[in-house]
């Protein structure tokens, strides 16, 4: 797996809805919704992030870091905002979450070609292996299931190495990225998935909860809003093979 240490930075006029410095944003690679490309960053979501910040002239620099250390320094305010982030009430107690979010998400289970797996539900994965990623936000049913076990590790790729080797029986992952992930590594002949989603959700750009980011996040939910009816968001998703 390639080093996540990208340091991006974009300069731009400056706005009266943040301090002078630039906005601290963190991520994690989660493509193809965000990546890194040689030596910029990319996706869809991050690209729809850094349109609606230049439309705003808001400052800002973005660090791809391991994403348990992203929810870290978001929960202790040493960052500002973090992109592709889930809502839930823990969260929503040391960060605030726009109005609008950035895009949505659905998560199941991959596994291995040439083995026979159902999914309606969770209790057809009894005694069952089943690999996660440490720091993301999985359903509470899904946590709380007790018929089989759950083997976390820190990234995709190695749940897609641990899958191949065949110690785990499937893994979990957002649909978009588990498919781009497997066919970047030339795994795609070898890993399918269960079509029935476990999980879905909605992605934010969530803002650290102090007082100088409430009408920030509010600022950047109605340019959002506003985004989204363009032709430009359009195109962002398209180049992606996404759809509005």
């Known amino acids: 797996m390639m080093p996540?240490?990208?340091?991006?930075?974009?300069?731009?006029l400056p706005s009266a809805l943040v301090a002078k410095d630039p906005?601290?944003?963190?991520?994690?690679?989660w493509?193809?919704?965000?990546?890194?490309?040689?030596?910029?960053?990319?996706?869809?979501?991050?690209?729809?992030m850094d349109a609606v910040l230049k439309r705003m002239e808001v400052d800002y620099e973005l660090k791809i870091l391991?994403?348990?250390?992203?929810?870290?320094?978001i929960e202790n305010r040493e960052a500002d905002a973090i992109l592709d982030i889930s809502m839930n009430d823990n969260?929503?107690?040391?960060?605030?979450?726009?109005?609008?979010?950035?895009s949505s998400s659905e998560s199941v289970l991959f596994y291995r070609k040439g083995t026979t797996y159902r999914f309606a539900g969770l209790s057809d994965l009894d005694n069952l292996i089943v690999g996660t990623i440490l720091g993301y936000e999985y359903n509470r049913d899904f946590l709380e299931a007790e018929n089989f076990k759950k083997e976390p590790v820190t990234s995709?790729?190695?749940?897609i190495?641990?899958?191949?080797?065949?110690?785990?029986?499937?893994?979990?992952?957002?649909?978009?990225?588990?498919?781009?992930?497997?066919?970047?590594m030339?795994?795609?002949s070898e890993i399918t998935y269960l079509p029935e989603p476990v999980s879905g959700g909605l992605n934010y750009l969530a803002f650290s909860k102090v007082e100088s980011n409430v009408n920030l996040a509010k600022a950047f939910s109605e340019e959002l809003k506003r985004f989204k009816t363009t032709a430009e968001y359009r195109t962002i998703l398209a180049r992606y093979g996404q759809n509005p």
Request: charged share 25%; glycine share 6%.
């Open 31 to 48: 493509a193809p919704y965000v990546y890194r490309d040689e030596e910029s960053a990319a996706g869809f979501d991050y690209e729809v």
């Open 156 to 159: 995709l790729e190695q749940n």
């Open 161 to 184: 190495g641990k899958l191949l080797l065949g110690r785990i029986d499937m893994f979990i992952s957002n649909r978009s990225v588990g498919l781009f992930t497997i066919m970047n």
């Open 186 to 188: 030339g795994k795609s």
């Open 4 to 12: 996540k240490t990208l340091f991006f930075l974009i300069l731009l």
């Open 23 to 29: 906005l601290q944003i963190v991520t994690d690679i």
């Open 66 to 73: 391991p994403w348990k250390r992203c929810i870290y320094l």
């Open 91 to 102: 969260r929503l107690e040391t960060m605030i979450f726009p109005e609008e979010p950035i």
